[in-house]
């Protein structure tokens, strides 16, 4: 199993930036995909997550509104659009993969970060 996240970048405070999360060696049907970020310093915290099976999703308040999760089964691939970013959007995101349910866990299938910036 394999989860790779990409799409991070520099962005100007008020940007936009999608993330990717491709994976291989799943039936991503039967699993939900979440998002994560850490920011230097900080615990590593939940930001949105997606019951692929039936596209339920979830986001943690402090991105409501901003960030939509989505998903292509057909890529394998799940989707983070972030909008209307701030400076305390800033860090490495991760997507993790759990079987049927919301939020992955430590011992479950991790992809490696990407960096998002958002300065001016």
């Known amino acids: 199993v394999q989860l790779q996240a990409s799409g991070g970048g520099l962005v100007q405070p008020g940007g936009s930036l999608r993330l990717s999360c491709t994976t291989s060696g799943l039936r991503l049907d039967a699993y939900a995909i979440g998002w994560f970020r850490q920011a230097p310093g900080k615990e590593r915290e939940g930001v949105s997550c997606?019951?692929?099976?039936?596209?339920?999703?979830y986001h943690y308040e402090s991105v409501k509104g901003r960030f939509t999760i989505s998903r292509d089964r057909a890529k394998n691939t799940v989707y983070l659009e972030m909008n209307n970013l701030n400076s305390e959007d800033t860090g490495v995101y991760y997507c993790?993969?759990?079987?049927?349910?919301?939020?992955?866990?430590?011992?479950?299938?991790w992809g490696k970060g990407t960096q998002v910036t958002v300065s001016s």
């Open positions: 993790a993969a759990r079987r049927s349910i919301c939020w992955p866990k430590p011992n479950d299938y």
């Open positions: 997606i019951r692929i099976y039936d596209g339920s999703s």
